[in-house]
């Protein structure tokens, strides 16, 4: 009986990164499996969401996606308020984007400075890439240098490692909830 008195929880994700790596992409692929080649600026803000199960509890998971040109201002401080997690996303074939990766997490960083928001760290469009996978700099530490949860390969285009990645971070979020 108590069961039905279960509301669902709401989580509110971030996703950011660099104009072009993939955000609208995961975001669409996410909570409508449908993927577009060709590329449409994201203007100002906007949300998706999809309702899930995990660990026994419903949740109805926002992804709020941002142009990528906004970085720190003040839209984006207004768009980070009451955040549960966060998603930063680099394009995998453009090295630049991988420092873009860094100022978006110290900006999420400054932002929670008191309690540490979950994060992790997509490479997204690994589907233009051959295994072995190489960055500028090891991933491993940049990970752990600037406390990702985790780090995942992923693909809109190909569904790759979307699910699995926004599973885990839901998880970590439910952990501490
Ligand atoms: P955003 O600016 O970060 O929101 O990037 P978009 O999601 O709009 O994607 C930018 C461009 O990259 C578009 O042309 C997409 O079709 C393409 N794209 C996004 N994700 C992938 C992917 O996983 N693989 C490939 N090959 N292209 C992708
Ligand atoms: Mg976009």
Redo the contacts with the bound molecule.
């Keep these: 009986e108590s069961k039905e008195n279960d509301e669902p929880i709401c989580l509110k994700i971030l996703v950011v990164?660099?104009?072009?790596?993939?955000?609208?992409?995961?975001i669409q692929r996410y909570c409508h499996n449908e993927?577009?080649?060709?590329?449409?600026?994201?203007i100002g803000v906007d949300f998706q969401q999809k309702e899930l199960e995990i660990m026994n509890t419903k949740v109805i998971l926002q992804l709020w996606?941002i142009a990528?040109q906004e970085r720190f201002n003040h839209m984006t401080r207004v768009y980070f308020q009451n955040a549960d997690g966060a998603v930063v996303?680099f394009d995998a074939t453009r090295s630049g984007t991988f420092l873009g990766a860094k100022a978006w997490k110290d900006d999420i960083d400054f932002c929670f400075s008191d309690q540490d928001l979950p994060t992790i760290l997509l490479a997204?469009?690994?589907?233009?890439l051959t295994p072995p996978y190489t960055f500028p700099e090891d991933i491993d530490s940049f990970r752990e240098q600037n406390k990702f949860i985790k780090y995942f390969y992923?693909?809109?285009?190909?569904d790759k490692n979307i699910n699995e990645a926004l599973e885990e971070l839901v998880k970590v979020i439910l952990q501490s909830y």
Aim: contains cysteine; proline residues 3%; aromatic residues 6%.
């Design positions: 990164g660099k104009l072009a790596c993939g955000k609208t992409s995961i993927f577009q080649q060709r590329y449409k600026p994201t996606d990528g996303v997204n469009k690994c589907d233009l992923t693909s809109a285009k190909e």
